[in-house]
């Protein structure tokens, strides 16, 4: 029975890294069109489905002609004696292949600058918002409130954690953007909008992870700071933030790798426009709602963009959170 459970656990922690190998194959291999179409230069492009005309040599643009002059010749009208005449090959039919190496003159260009821009801009302002609040809450909650408001606070954070990404994006588009455009001016769906929105989302799961982190602090810890004549401020800032200092920057890792990736919430808010935002207040795009908002109209090449962009997304999350938790966690 011990060797059967230690298989289990070993399968259970395989199987981690099995579907990450899985994710990002799948991602690579239904991306790999578009990275042979446009390579590293897609990271830096920031037009997305519009035409360029291309550069064609000498011997190109004659066999272009070439193809153009046969497709225009009349065809004879002569009588058909034979119904054998009627049969054709294969090769006598016009392919789309054959349709496309009669347009070579131009292509379309995609590029992912744009989401990646507003994705790391939404999330950054998501998270100088939510970080301040978010630790106020978890202080407030394990080391000043009574356990008479401790305790239903503390649930009602849990609950707003567990609220769909969804209401939130409504809430956004019909009252919280409204009020931010009259605050700060600019448009009602825009860059500022979505990054505070994501904040409002985060701050709950935030909090909870980060006082649950706090609690674990020792009181013998807390006490004999106490006794020797510490306050309040330098009880927290001396002694249960370094203690707490793993699991606190975990739940703000966790909370940004969230941020990062979420899709519906910003989709609402954000503006869904393919520009950069000269302003916060104006509307942008991210890689998640460029995801959302094309893969159903979406085939061909263009769908294979979007996995290249998704295959971004993936990279960049993995790198953000990855080197995150080797800088601040080096160090137990």
Do not use: H
Not at 21 to 35: D, E, F, G, N, R
Not at 52 to 57: A, D, H, N, T
Not at 286 to 299: G, Y
């Amino acid at each position: 029975m011990e060797l059967f459970f230690r298989k289990i656990a070993q399968l259970s922690a395989s199987l981690v890294f099995v579907i990450l190998a899985a994710t990002t194959l799948v991602l690579y291999l239904s991306a790999k069109p578009a990275i042979e179409e446009f390579g590293v230069k897609f990271l830096f492009e920031s037009r997305w489905g519009e035409e360029e005309k291309l550069e064609l040599s000498p011997a190109q643009l004659a066999e272009l002609e070439s193809l153009k002059a046969d497709k225009e010749q009349p065809l004879e009208d002569d009588f058909i004696e034979d119904e054998e005449d009627f049969i054709f090959d294969d090769e006598d039919f016009i392919t789309d292949d054959d349709m496309d190496s009669e347009d070579k003159t131009s292509r379309e260009v995609y590029g992912a600058l744009v989401p990646i821009v507003g994705t790391v801009f939404s999330t950054l302002i998501a998270m100088l918002f939510s970080v301040p609040i978010a630790m106020g809450i978890a202080v407030f909650l394990s080391e000043i409130a009574p356990a008479a408001i401790a305790k239903p606070v503390g649930i009602a954070i849990e609950l707003l954690a567990s609220i769909p990404s969804i209401i939130y994006g409504m809430w956004g588009l019909f009252y919280f953007g409204p009020f931010i455009a009259a605050l700060f001016g600019g448009n009602t769906v825009s860059l500022l909008v979505a990054g505070l929105v994501l904040g409002i989302m985060v701050i709950p799961f935030m909090a909870a992870l980060s006082r649950d982190a706090i609690t674990t602090v020792p009181d013998m810890l807390k006490e004999s700071a106490y006794a020797m004549g510490a306050t309040k401020l330098e009880v927290i800032k001396d002694v249960v933030f370094p203690y707490a200092r793993s699991g606190i920057i975990g739940s703000i890792i966790l909370s940004f790798g969230r941020a990062l990736g979420e899709t519906m919430a910003v989709a609402f808010v954000i503006g869904g426009v393919y520009q950069f935002a000269k302003k916060v207040t104006d509307p942008t795009n991210s890689i998640p709602v460029v995801l959302a908002n094309s893969f159903a109209e979406s085939s061909g090449l263009s769908l294979s963009v979007l996995f290249y962009l998704a295959l971004i997304l993936f990279v960049l999350s993995f790198i953000v959170i990855a080197s995150a938790k080797f800088y601040f966690l080096r160090k137990k």
